[in-house]
């Protein structure tokens, strides 16, 4: 088997759980594995780049298998929809698709039968944030530490300001 791997080092950090999309890019190839189990001359490729719209990082799973039949790649990312017929659970894309979607991100599929197929998954950029103010209670919940306390402020409609502060 031939798997061909490109990663683009220059390309800006993106917000995920890694984990997660770890679990993602498994099942895309895992898919990709089952296709070209057959393949007299099975080949892989995984990419990463910056997607055309400048927005997103892609990362790319592209296989030279079986292929996806044209009438059924609308619904691949379906729950319980399988192109493997009994090998299959059809919950690796559905999983897959989730987590894209959960992250701001989507997967696409192109394929032809008997030629290949080939997934990109799309996650966005995310600018770096300016502090905002302290968490609020429900980020302070969710972090486990305190909010942070803050002076008490005067009725600011007339213009009073608390005594010592400037």
């Given at each position: ?19 997660a ?19 007299p ?20 799973v ?9 009438q059924?790649?609308?619904?691949i990312?379906n ?26 991100g989507?997967i ?9 197929s ?22 302070s ?8 306390s ?17």
């Amino acid at each position: 088997m031939t798997v061909e791997r490109q990663f683009d080092v220059d390309l800006p950090a993106v917000m995920v759980d890694p984990d997660a999309i770890d679990n993602c890019v498994l099942n895309l190839l895992l898919n990709a594995l089952d296709a070209v189990a057959r393949h007299p001359d099975p080949r892989l490729a995984v990419r990463t780049e910056r997607a055309d719209d400048g927005c997103h990082v892609r990362i790319v799973v592209a296989d030279n298998g079986v292929g996806i039949p044209a009438q059924q790649l609308p619904g691949i990312f379906n729950a319980l929809t399988t192109t493997k017929g009994g090998r299959g659970t059809g919950l690796g894309l559905a999983v897959a698709m989730k987590i894209a979607l959960e992250h701001g991100g989507d997967i696409t599929a192109t394929s032809e039968e008997g030629r290949g197929s080939t997934f990109n998954l799309a996650l966005p950029i995310r600018p770096a944030r300016e502090p905002s103010g302290p968490p609020s209670r429900t980020q302070s919940e969710a972090t486990g530490l305190p909010a942070p306390s803050q002076p008490e402020r005067a009725d600011t409609a007339s213009g009073a300001e608390p005594e010592g502060e400037v």
